[in-house]
Protein backbone atom coordinates (compact mmCIF):
# COMPACT_ATOMS: atom_id res chain seq x y z
CA UNK A 1 0.00 0.00 0.00
CA UNK A 2 1.65 3.28 -1.25
CA UNK A 3 2.00 5.54 1.87
CA UNK A 4 0.14 8.74 2.35
CA UNK A 5 1.55 12.08 1.22
CA UNK A 6 1.51 15.19 3.85
CA UNK A 7 2.99 18.65 3.57
CA UNK A 8 6.28 18.90 5.34
CA UNK A 9 6.52 20.80 8.66
CA UNK A 10 8.74 23.99 7.21
CA UNK A 11 7.16 26.76 8.60
CA UNK A 12 9.08 27.64 11.73
CA UNK A 13 8.34 30.79 14.48
CA UNK A 14 9.71 33.84 12.08
CA UNK A 15 7.59 32.35 8.95
CA UNK A 16 4.24 31.74 11.09
CA UNK A 17 4.48 35.68 12.88
CA UNK A 18 5.00 36.70 8.95
CA UNK A 19 2.17 35.25 8.06
CA UNK A 20 0.03 36.78 11.04
CA UNK A 21 1.42 40.02 10.73
CA UNK A 22 0.40 39.99 6.66
CA UNK A 23 -2.55 38.81 7.53
CA UNK A 24 -3.64 41.90 9.48
CA UNK A 25 -1.18 44.48 7.43
CA UNK A 26 -2.98 44.78 4.15
CA UNK A 27 -4.44 47.44 2.21
CA UNK A 28 -7.02 48.63 4.97
CA UNK A 29 -3.68 50.59 6.62
CA UNK A 30 -3.24 52.96 3.55
CA UNK A 31 -6.75 54.12 4.09
CA UNK A 32 -7.52 53.76 7.65
CA UNK A 33 -6.02 57.17 8.97
CA UNK A 34 -8.22 59.62 7.72
CA UNK A 35 -11.07 57.52 8.41
CA UNK A 36 -10.28 56.88 12.36
CA UNK A 37 -8.94 60.52 12.34
CA UNK A 38 -12.41 62.04 11.12
CA UNK A 39 -14.21 59.47 13.96
CA UNK A 40 -11.66 59.69 16.71
CA UNK A 41 -9.23 62.96 16.47
CA UNK A 42 -6.26 62.30 18.43
CA UNK A 43 -7.36 59.72 20.37
CA UNK A 44 -7.43 57.13 17.54
CA UNK A 45 -3.52 55.70 18.29
CA UNK A 46 -4.84 55.02 22.11
CA UNK A 47 -8.19 53.31 20.36
CA UNK A 48 -5.85 51.10 18.03
CA UNK A 49 -3.92 50.19 21.22
CA UNK A 50 -6.98 49.63 23.67
CA UNK A 51 -8.93 48.08 21.33
CA UNK A 52 -5.58 45.48 21.09
CA UNK A 53 -6.53 44.16 24.28
CA UNK A 54 -9.82 42.36 23.66
CA UNK A 55 -8.66 41.42 20.35
CA UNK A 56 -5.40 39.58 21.82
CA UNK A 57 -7.95 38.28 24.15
CA UNK A 58 -9.88 36.63 21.43
CA UNK A 59 -6.48 35.54 19.62
CA UNK A 60 -5.74 34.03 23.02
CA UNK A 61 -8.64 31.63 23.13
CA UNK A 62 -8.44 30.86 19.30
CA UNK A 63 -4.62 30.30 19.51
CA UNK A 64 -4.84 28.24 22.89
CA UNK A 65 -6.94 25.54 21.11
CA UNK A 66 -4.10 25.53 18.87
CA UNK A 67 -1.94 24.23 21.22
CA UNK A 68 -4.78 20.83 21.26
CA UNK A 69 -3.81 19.79 17.53
CA UNK A 70 -0.94 19.28 15.23
CA UNK A 71 -3.04 19.65 12.42
CA UNK A 72 -4.20 22.57 9.67
CA UNK A 73 -7.68 23.84 9.44
CA UNK A 74 -8.23 26.09 12.15
CA UNK A 75 -11.68 27.25 13.76
CA UNK A 76 -13.27 24.70 11.27
CA UNK A 77 -10.84 21.77 12.72
CA UNK A 78 -11.70 23.50 16.92
CA UNK A 79 -15.61 23.39 15.75
CA UNK A 80 -16.07 19.73 13.81
CA UNK A 81 -14.11 18.04 16.73
CA UNK A 82 -16.12 19.96 19.63
CA UNK A 83 -19.79 20.94 17.30
CA UNK A 84 -20.05 17.87 15.02
CA UNK A 85 -19.34 17.66 11.26
CA UNK A 86 -22.23 19.52 10.37
CA UNK A 87 -20.95 23.13 12.32
CA UNK A 88 -17.64 22.34 11.39
CA UNK A 89 -18.66 22.11 7.66
CA UNK A 90 -20.69 25.18 7.85
CA UNK A 91 -17.61 27.02 9.49
CA UNK A 92 -15.06 26.17 6.63
CA UNK A 93 -17.90 27.15 3.96
CA UNK A 94 -17.65 30.44 5.79
CA UNK A 95 -14.16 31.16 5.79
CA UNK A 96 -13.39 29.86 2.75
CA UNK A 97 -16.22 32.49 1.26
CA UNK A 98 -15.40 35.55 3.42
CA UNK A 99 -11.66 34.89 2.52
CA UNK A 100 -12.15 34.50 -0.89
CA UNK A 101 -14.11 37.41 -1.20
CA UNK A 102 -11.63 39.28 0.70
CA UNK A 103 -8.65 37.87 -1.73
CA UNK A 104 -10.94 38.56 -5.12
CA UNK A 105 -11.49 42.76 -4.01
CA UNK A 106 -7.92 43.02 -2.58
CA UNK A 107 -6.56 41.62 -5.49
CA UNK A 108 -8.47 44.91 -7.51
CA UNK A 109 -7.01 47.09 -5.02
CA UNK A 110 -3.39 45.72 -5.96
CA UNK A 111 -3.74 46.56 -9.40
CA UNK A 112 -5.44 49.92 -8.91
CA UNK A 113 -2.32 51.15 -6.83
CA UNK A 114 -0.22 49.27 -9.88
CA UNK A 115 -2.01 51.58 -12.25
CA UNK A 116 -1.17 54.80 -10.39
CA UNK A 117 2.39 53.58 -11.21
CA UNK A 118 2.22 52.22 -13.98
CA UNK A 119 -0.67 54.06 -16.27
CA UNK A 120 -1.08 51.14 -18.44
CA UNK A 121 -2.83 49.00 -15.93
CA UNK A 122 -5.43 51.78 -16.01
CA UNK A 123 -7.69 50.24 -18.95
CA UNK A 124 -10.45 47.95 -18.07
CA UNK A 125 -9.73 45.20 -19.75
CA UNK A 126 -5.89 45.47 -18.68
CA UNK A 127 -6.85 45.73 -15.25
CA UNK A 128 -8.95 42.54 -15.34
CA UNK A 129 -6.20 40.87 -17.14
CA UNK A 130 -3.93 41.94 -14.66
CA UNK A 131 -5.97 40.99 -11.93
CA UNK A 132 -6.30 37.27 -12.97
CA UNK A 133 -2.33 36.85 -13.86
CA UNK A 134 -1.69 38.17 -10.42
CA UNK A 135 -4.17 35.35 -9.08
CA UNK A 136 -2.55 32.92 -10.94
CA UNK A 137 1.17 33.96 -9.83
CA UNK A 138 0.10 33.72 -6.27
CA UNK A 139 -1.89 30.61 -6.75
CA UNK A 140 1.53 28.97 -8.41
CA UNK A 141 3.98 30.48 -5.85
CA UNK A 142 1.76 28.53 -3.28
CA UNK A 143 1.87 25.77 -5.32
CA UNK A 144 5.67 25.20 -5.63
CA UNK A 145 6.14 24.98 -2.03
CA UNK A 146 5.14 26.77 1.58
CA UNK A 147 9.25 27.43 2.11
CA UNK A 148 9.43 29.28 -1.05
CA UNK A 149 5.94 31.42 -0.21
CA UNK A 150 6.84 32.12 2.98
CA UNK A 151 10.75 33.42 2.11
CA UNK A 152 8.93 34.97 -0.56
CA UNK A 153 6.40 37.12 1.90
CA UNK A 154 9.67 37.89 4.28
CA UNK A 155 11.11 39.70 1.61
CA UNK A 156 7.41 41.32 0.34
CA UNK A 157 6.71 42.46 4.27
CA UNK A 158 10.69 44.37 4.30
CA UNK A 159 9.75 46.24 1.01
CA UNK A 160 6.37 47.33 2.89
CA UNK A 161 7.32 48.40 6.65
CA UNK A 162 10.67 49.95 4.95
CA UNK A 163 8.22 53.29 3.46
CA UNK A 164 6.13 52.96 6.42
CA UNK A 165 8.90 53.35 9.26
CA UNK A 166 10.82 56.01 7.06
CA UNK A 167 7.21 58.55 6.58
CA UNK A 168 6.57 57.76 10.47
CA UNK A 169 10.71 58.76 11.62
CA UNK A 170 10.71 61.83 9.21
CA UNK A 171 7.50 62.67 10.42
CA UNK A 172 7.26 62.39 14.10
CA UNK A 173 11.16 63.90 13.79
CA UNK A 174 10.09 67.20 12.20
CA UNK A 175 6.78 67.42 13.70
CA UNK A 176 6.97 65.66 17.38
CA UNK A 177 4.68 63.14 19.07
CA UNK A 178 1.16 64.27 19.20
CA UNK A 179 0.25 63.05 22.44
CA UNK A 180 -2.67 65.13 23.41
CA UNK A 181 -5.68 64.01 23.12
CA UNK A 182 -9.32 63.82 23.74
CA UNK A 183 -11.85 61.08 24.93
CA UNK A 184 -14.42 60.53 21.90
CA UNK A 185 -17.89 59.90 22.84
CA UNK A 186 -19.33 56.40 22.94
CA UNK A 187 -21.13 57.00 19.81
CA UNK A 188 -18.07 57.80 18.26
CA UNK A 189 -16.14 54.74 19.48
CA UNK A 190 -19.31 53.05 17.55
CA UNK A 191 -18.74 54.41 14.22
CA UNK A 192 -15.23 53.20 13.96
CA UNK A 193 -15.87 49.93 15.76
CA UNK A 194 -15.91 47.57 12.93
CA UNK A 195 -12.81 49.85 11.04
CA UNK A 196 -10.48 48.66 13.26
CA UNK A 197 -11.96 45.35 14.21
CA UNK A 198 -11.15 45.20 10.58
CA UNK A 199 -7.50 46.31 10.89
CA UNK A 200 -6.79 43.31 13.13
CA UNK A 201 -8.80 40.75 11.19
CA UNK A 202 -6.37 37.92 9.78
CA UNK A 203 -4.21 37.77 12.95
CA UNK A 204 -4.67 34.11 12.88
CA UNK A 205 -3.36 33.35 9.70
CA UNK A 206 -0.56 30.56 10.73
CA UNK A 207 -3.67 28.74 12.25
CA UNK A 208 -4.86 27.10 9.51
CA UNK A 209 -1.70 26.02 7.95
CA UNK A 210 -0.61 24.38 11.77
CA UNK A 211 0.27 21.19 9.81
CA UNK A 212 3.11 22.32 7.89
CA UNK A 213 3.98 23.97 11.26
CA UNK A 214 7.02 23.33 12.91
CA UNK A 215 6.15 22.22 16.87
CA UNK A 216 2.64 23.79 16.27
CA UNK A 217 1.53 23.41 19.48
CA UNK A 218 3.94 26.25 20.94
CA UNK A 219 5.19 27.76 17.75
CA UNK A 220 0.93 29.25 16.59
CA UNK A 221 -0.02 30.70 20.09
CA UNK A 222 3.34 32.66 20.54
CA UNK A 223 3.22 33.94 16.97
CA UNK A 224 -0.43 34.73 17.19
CA UNK A 225 0.00 37.37 20.35
CA UNK A 226 3.66 38.57 19.10
CA UNK A 227 2.68 39.45 15.64
CA UNK A 228 -0.51 41.44 17.16
CA UNK A 229 1.43 43.07 19.64
CA UNK A 230 4.03 43.97 16.88
CA UNK A 231 1.25 45.04 14.34
CA UNK A 232 -0.75 47.23 16.93
CA UNK A 233 2.24 49.24 18.01
CA UNK A 234 3.10 49.62 13.71
CA UNK A 235 -0.76 50.88 13.42
CA UNK A 236 -0.46 53.35 16.31
CA UNK A 237 2.53 54.55 15.82
CA UNK A 238 1.53 55.27 11.51
CA UNK A 239 -1.73 57.29 13.04
CA UNK A 240 0.51 59.44 15.58
CA UNK A 241 2.89 60.00 12.27
CA UNK A 242 -0.33 61.30 9.97
CA UNK A 243 -1.96 63.20 13.20
CA UNK A 244 1.76 65.02 13.14
CA UNK A 245 2.61 65.39 9.66
CA UNK A 246 -1.11 66.89 9.06
CA UNK A 247 -4.40 65.52 7.94
CA UNK A 248 -5.35 67.89 6.53
CA UNK A 249 -3.40 67.40 3.58
CA UNK A 250 -4.18 65.22 0.24
CA UNK A 251 -7.18 62.77 -0.32
CA UNK A 252 -8.83 61.10 2.26
CA UNK A 253 -8.93 57.68 0.67
CA UNK A 254 -4.96 57.68 0.11
CA UNK A 255 -4.33 59.63 3.22
CA UNK A 256 -0.82 57.93 3.80
CA UNK A 257 0.16 58.77 0.33
CA UNK A 258 -0.76 62.68 1.19
CA UNK A 259 1.45 62.42 3.99
CA UNK A 260 4.45 61.19 1.98
CA UNK A 261 3.62 63.97 -0.74
CA UNK A 262 3.97 66.23 1.84
CA UNK A 263 6.82 65.19 3.15
CA UNK A 264 8.94 63.55 -0.07
CA UNK A 265 7.53 65.63 -2.95
CA UNK A 266 5.96 63.16 -5.83
CA UNK A 267 9.04 60.59 -4.67
CA UNK A 268 6.67 60.00 -1.46
CA UNK A 269 3.78 59.29 -3.12
CA UNK A 270 5.88 56.58 -5.44
CA UNK A 271 7.09 55.09 -2.34
CA UNK A 272 3.92 54.97 -0.22
CA UNK A 273 1.85 53.74 -3.62
CA UNK A 274 4.84 51.10 -3.70
CA UNK A 275 4.42 50.01 -0.07
CA UNK A 276 0.66 49.69 -0.80
CA UNK A 277 1.64 46.93 -3.90
CA UNK A 278 3.92 45.36 -1.36
CA UNK A 279 1.70 44.99 1.64
CA UNK A 280 -1.62 43.83 -0.25
CA UNK A 281 1.03 41.36 -2.22
CA UNK A 282 2.38 39.82 0.80
CA UNK A 283 -1.43 39.73 2.82
CA UNK A 284 -2.65 38.24 -0.25
CA UNK A 285 0.06 35.48 -0.22
CA UNK A 286 -0.57 34.80 3.59
CA UNK A 287 -4.33 34.12 2.63
CA UNK A 288 -3.24 32.10 -0.04
CA UNK A 289 -0.83 29.94 2.27
CA UNK A 290 -3.43 29.93 5.29
CA UNK A 291 -6.99 29.19 3.81
CA UNK A 292 -6.42 26.50 0.62
CA UNK A 293 -5.43 24.48 3.86
CA UNK A 294 -8.81 24.78 5.23
CA UNK A 295 -10.37 22.70 1.90
CA UNK A 296 -7.03 20.32 2.38
CA UNK A 297 -8.14 19.18 5.74
CA UNK A 298 -11.58 18.81 5.24
CA UNK A 299 -11.27 16.77 1.78
CA UNK A 300 -8.92 14.82 4.03
CA UNK A 301 -11.47 14.45 6.95
CA UNK A 302 -14.14 13.07 4.67
CA UNK A 303 -16.44 16.67 4.54
CA UNK A 304 -14.86 16.92 0.88
CA UNK A 305 -14.81 14.87 -1.66
CA UNK A 306 -11.07 13.16 -1.34
CA UNK A 307 -9.73 15.73 -4.61
CA UNK A 308 -9.06 18.67 -1.94
CA UNK A 309 -6.85 16.12 0.00
CA UNK A 310 -4.38 16.20 -2.62
CA UNK A 311 -0.76 16.51 -2.12
CA UNK A 312 1.97 16.85 -5.09
CA UNK A 313 4.18 14.46 -5.30
CA UNK A 314 7.08 16.90 -6.48
CA UNK A 315 6.30 19.50 -4.34
CA UNK A 316 4.69 18.12 -1.16
CA UNK A 317 2.04 20.98 -1.28
CA UNK A 318 -2.02 20.49 -1.14
CA UNK A 319 -1.88 21.97 -5.04
CA UNK A 320 -5.26 20.95 -6.27
CA UNK A 321 -6.83 22.56 -2.54
CA UNK A 322 -4.52 25.82 -3.84
CA UNK A 323 -5.92 25.81 -7.32
CA UNK A 324 -9.19 25.28 -6.07
CA UNK A 325 -9.26 27.75 -3.64
CA UNK A 326 -7.25 30.08 -6.56
CA UNK A 327 -10.08 29.25 -9.21
CA UNK A 328 -12.81 30.56 -6.56
CA UNK A 329 -10.69 34.15 -5.85
CA UNK A 330 -10.38 34.31 -9.66
CA UNK A 331 -13.91 33.49 -10.06
CA UNK A 332 -15.37 36.09 -8.02
CA UNK A 333 -12.94 38.90 -9.20
CA UNK A 334 -14.11 38.40 -12.63
CA UNK A 335 -17.66 38.65 -11.87
CA UNK A 336 -17.49 41.43 -9.24
CA UNK A 337 -20.00 39.26 -7.04
CA UNK A 338 -17.53 40.16 -4.10
CA UNK A 339 -18.85 43.63 -4.08
CA UNK A 340 -22.81 42.20 -3.13
CA UNK A 341 -20.39 39.64 -0.44
CA UNK A 342 -18.43 42.75 1.02
CA UNK A 343 -20.84 43.50 3.92
CA UNK A 344 -20.90 40.22 5.28
CA UNK A 345 -17.32 39.71 6.08
CA UNK A 346 -17.49 41.26 9.34
CA UNK A 347 -20.89 39.29 10.12
CA UNK A 348 -18.99 35.94 9.08
CA UNK A 349 -16.39 36.26 11.15
CA UNK A 350 -18.14 37.28 14.26
CA UNK A 351 -19.87 34.08 14.19
CA UNK A 352 -16.62 31.82 13.19
CA UNK A 353 -15.33 33.75 16.59
CA UNK A 354 -18.54 32.78 18.85
CA UNK A 355 -18.29 29.40 17.28
CA UNK A 356 -14.61 29.10 18.26
CA UNK A 357 -15.29 30.32 21.79
CA UNK A 358 -18.29 27.97 22.58
CA UNK A 359 -16.32 25.16 20.85
CA UNK A 360 -13.68 26.86 23.74
CA UNK A 361 -16.42 26.25 26.36
CA UNK A 362 -17.15 22.51 25.55
CA UNK A 363 -13.96 21.08 24.52
CA UNK A 364 -12.97 22.75 28.34
CA UNK A 365 -15.67 21.25 30.25
CA UNK A 366 -14.26 17.30 28.72
CA UNK A 367 -10.56 18.57 29.75
CA UNK A 368 -10.02 17.83 26.01
CA UNK A 369 -6.40 16.92 25.73
CA UNK A 370 -6.20 18.58 29.04
CA UNK A 371 -7.39 21.84 28.31
CA UNK A 372 -8.85 22.56 31.42
CA UNK A 373 -6.22 21.46 33.02
CA UNK A 374 -3.92 24.10 31.17
CA UNK A 375 -5.93 27.09 31.50
CA UNK A 376 -5.45 29.44 35.06
CA UNK A 377 -7.47 32.00 36.84
CA UNK A 378 -6.53 34.55 34.11
CA UNK A 379 -8.40 32.64 31.59
CA UNK A 380 -11.60 34.04 33.96
CA UNK A 381 -11.06 37.29 32.72
CA UNK A 382 -9.95 36.81 28.96
CA UNK A 383 -12.87 34.78 28.20
CA UNK A 384 -15.83 36.77 29.34
CA UNK A 385 -13.55 39.95 27.53
CA UNK A 386 -13.29 37.36 24.43
CA UNK A 387 -17.40 37.24 24.53
CA UNK A 388 -17.90 40.84 25.49
CA UNK A 389 -16.20 41.81 22.35
CA UNK A 390 -17.78 39.68 19.87
CA UNK A 391 -21.13 40.09 21.16
CA UNK A 392 -20.30 44.59 20.78
CA UNK A 393 -19.41 43.66 17.21
CA UNK A 394 -22.06 41.79 16.44
CA UNK A 395 -24.28 44.51 17.46
CA UNK A 396 -22.67 46.74 14.96
CA UNK A 397 -23.16 44.67 11.90
CA UNK A 398 -26.09 45.93 9.91
CA UNK A 399 -29.46 43.71 10.08
CA UNK A 400 -29.29 43.26 5.48
CA UNK A 401 -25.92 41.65 6.94
CA UNK A 402 -27.69 39.41 9.54
CA UNK A 403 -30.08 38.43 6.81
CA UNK A 404 -27.60 37.70 3.99
CA UNK A 405 -25.38 35.34 6.65
CA UNK A 406 -28.68 33.88 7.80
CA UNK A 407 -29.06 32.87 3.69
CA UNK A 408 -25.12 31.98 4.14
CA UNK A 409 -26.47 29.06 6.35
CA UNK A 410 -28.68 27.99 4.33
CA UNK A 411 -26.68 27.34 1.10
CA UNK A 412 -23.83 25.87 3.49
CA UNK A 413 -26.62 23.11 4.87
CA UNK A 414 -27.24 22.81 0.76
CA UNK A 415 -23.72 22.39 -0.01
CA UNK A 416 -22.90 20.07 3.09
CA UNK A 417 -25.95 17.76 1.93
CA UNK A 418 -24.25 17.33 -1.28
CA UNK A 419 -20.96 17.19 -0.55
CA UNK A 420 -21.98 14.00 1.71
CA UNK A 421 -23.54 12.38 -1.36
CA UNK A 422 -20.32 12.69 -3.29
CA UNK A 423 -18.19 11.73 -0.35
CA UNK A 424 -20.39 8.23 0.05
CA UNK A 425 -20.52 8.09 -3.69
CA UNK A 426 -16.94 7.96 -3.54
CA UNK A 427 -16.00 5.63 -0.99
CA UNK A 428 -18.63 2.62 -2.38
CA UNK A 429 -17.01 2.57 -5.83
CA UNK A 430 -14.47 -0.06 -6.33
CA UNK A 431 -10.89 0.12 -5.40
Not at 279 to 301: E, H, K
Amino acid sequence: MTEKLEPPRVVGILGASLLNLNGMIGAGIFALPALLYVGLGGFAPWAILLFAIPTACLAAAASKLSTLFDASGGAQLYVETALGKFTGFQVGWFVICASSTGRAANFHVLVSYLAALFPVFGGPVVHLVTVVACIAITTGLCVIGTRRSVGGMGVGTALKLGPLFLLCAVGLATNGVPLTAELPTFTGLESVALLIAYAFSGFGASIGSAGETKNPRVTIYRSVIVALGGVAVIYAIIMWAYIAIGPEVGDGDIPLAAAAQKLFGDLGTVMISAAAVFSIATNQLAGFIAFPRILYRMGDSGLLPRFFAHVSPRFLTPDYAILSYGAFVALIAVTGSFATLATLLVAVEQVIFALVLVSFGVLWRSNFRGLRDSTGPLWLIILPVAVAMVVWLSIQVPASAILSTTGMIAVGAALYWLAKTSVRRQAAKPV
